[in-house]
């Protein structure tokens, strides 16, 4: 079960640092988005800052996964930006679906096993 965490947990920090990277450098040809998406997308622009937020919070929390360096709080980190992930695939662009369910579905593993860890903080008094 630990090396399965381990091997999880390099996986998602993996991908979260290539994806931040990528955007902030440009890197790839990605196709521009059609629909919803490039409405939602050109909304993410206009604001300037939420998308660059979003992609720092994703390399940092990336490294930290990468690293081993606060393996119980990073995933919490990433819970919302991972389930943003999914339910705007869901909804908006179906077919990068299975990408962005393996980032939710890696984030929760990553949480469920560290759930003992969280059961202080969700305590009622």
């Known amino acids: ?6 091997v999880i947990r390099i ?18 040809n990605p196709e521009p ?12 622009m206009a604001s300037q800052y939420l998308l660059p937020l979003v992609k720092g919070i994703e390399l940092i ?6 690293s081993g360096f606060f393996p119980r709080i990073t995933p919490l980190v990433l819970l919302p930006i991972s389930l943003n992930i999914a339910l705007v695939h869901l909804f908006l662009d179906p ?26 903080l969700l305590k009622i008094r």
């Not at 996986?11 to 790839?28: E, K, P």
């Not at 988005?33 to 993410?44: D, E, Q, R, T």
């Not at 990068?96 to 759930?115: D, E, S």
Request: one cysteine or more.
């Open 1 to 6: 079960m630990k090396l399965t965490t381990q």
């Open 11 to 28: 996986l998602l920090g993996g991908l979260m640092v290539f994806a931040s990277i990528a955007c902030f450098f440009n890197l790839g």
């Open 33 to 44: 988005p059609v629909g919803k998406m490039a409405l939602f997308m050109n909304g993410l």
């Open 61 to 66: 929390a990336g490294l930290a996964l990468l």
């Open 95 to 120: 077919k990068n679906l299975a990408i962005a369910f393996f980032v939710f579905g890696t984030n929760l593993y990553l949480i469920i096993q560290h759930w003992s860890n969280y059961q202080s």
